[in-house]
């Protein structure tokens, strides 16, 4: 410029330089007001700083690490899933519900490797109905083929005929029946009363022919009638007593104070 030498100019310039530097960085040292902004907050979104580590840290990195990282704390171990009660002993039946557990016999936990003996009761656990005395009793084979009641006495009145070489006993309205060959120690059963025979039965003179109640099985069984002949009085009602055994029956006769014992092998014992 004219009027102005080369070295002044030049210190001009140097001061302009240095003036518009420092308000740059004025400028930016500046805080400024921010303007809020309108609608949703915007989402923040985090940076991932890679920190270089020397691979041999002085004490200053290595206390600055033990600061930026703090300890972790040791997981708690997780609780185990519950196991089932284990139950020693013998299992004697289901509970009546899953809550209460298996029926344990409380002897066999307190020696849980122990057997626990089984006291067989000797004889029968049930006897015969003292009504049919003890005769029938003083043969020991027959009292063991017989073997233990299996039901209770039963009494009632029922038919009876008496024959010739034998007896027959009915229950009422057409029960069961039984025919008695004491002879021949036989016997025959019948769970139901047969029909009365439509064939004429003619006995001897003297004798009876079977009642209408009995004449069915008399005529129906296979040698009934050879075994037991003809009839003697005519049909009566008695008193009459069955126990079932688990070999066979005993059949007390109340009108004549007999015992009959009828084993499962169709033979007749008696009368007693």
């Keep these: 410029m004219p009027g102005v030498n080369a070295g002044t100019g030049y210190t001009l310039s140097l001061q302009m330089i240095v003036t518009v530097a420092i308000l740059v960085l004025l400028a930016a040292c500046t805080p400024g007001t921010p303007t809020p902004a309108a609608g949703p907050t915007p989402a923040i979104v985090k940076l991932l700083a890679t920190v270089f580590i020397s691979p041999t840290p002085d004490e200053a990195q290595i206390a600055a690490t033990?600061?930026?990282?703090?300890?972790?704390?040791?997981?708690?171990?997780?609780?185990?899933?519950?196991?089932?009660?284990?139950?020693?002993?013998?299992?004697?039946?289901?509970?009546?519900?899953?809550?209460?557990?298996?029926?344990?016999?409380?002897?066999?936990?307190?020696?849980?490797?122990?057997?626990?003996?089984?006291?067989?009761?000797?004889?029968?656990?049930?006897?015969?109905?003292?009504?049919?005395?003890?005769?029938?009793?003083?043969?020991?084979?027959?009292?063991?083929?017989?073997?233990?009641?299996?039901?209770?006495?039963g009494s009632f009145t029922g038919p009876v005929q008496v024959f010739e070489r034998g007896v027959m006993y009915g229950r009422p309205n057409g029960g069961e029946q039984w025919a008695v060959a004491p002879r021949s120690e036989q016997f025959w059963y019948l769970p139901l009363a047969l029909a009365p025979s439509p064939n004429a039965i003619t006995p001897p003179q003297g004798l009876l022919p079977p009642s209408p109640g009995f004449s069915g099985m008399w005529q129906a069984a296979q040698g009934l009638s050879d075994a037991l002949g003809f009839a003697r009085l005519e049909e009566q009602q008695a008193a009459l007593s069955t126990q079932r055994f688990q070999g066979g029956i005993l059949l007390a006769d109340g009108s004549s104070g007999q015992v009959f014992m009828l084993l499962a092998d169709g033979s007749a014992h008696g009368p007693y």
């Excluded at 040791?74 to 899953?98: H, I, K, M, N, R």
């Excluded at 344990?104 to 307190?110: D, S």
């Design 66 to 153: 033990r600061a930026a990282i703090p300890p972790s704390a040791t997981p708690a171990p997780a609780a185990a899933s519950p196991s089932p009660t284990v139950y020693v002993g013998v299992f004697l039946g289901a509970a009546e519900s899953d809550e209460e557990g298996p029926v344990i016999n409380p002897a066999l936990l307190q020696a849980p490797t122990a057997l626990i003996p089984v006291t067989v009761a000797s004889g029968c656990p049930a006897q015969a109905d003292p009504l049919f005395g003890t005769t029938w009793q003083a043969d020991n084979l027959l009292v063991a083929a017989l073997g233990c009641p299996v039901e209770l006495v």
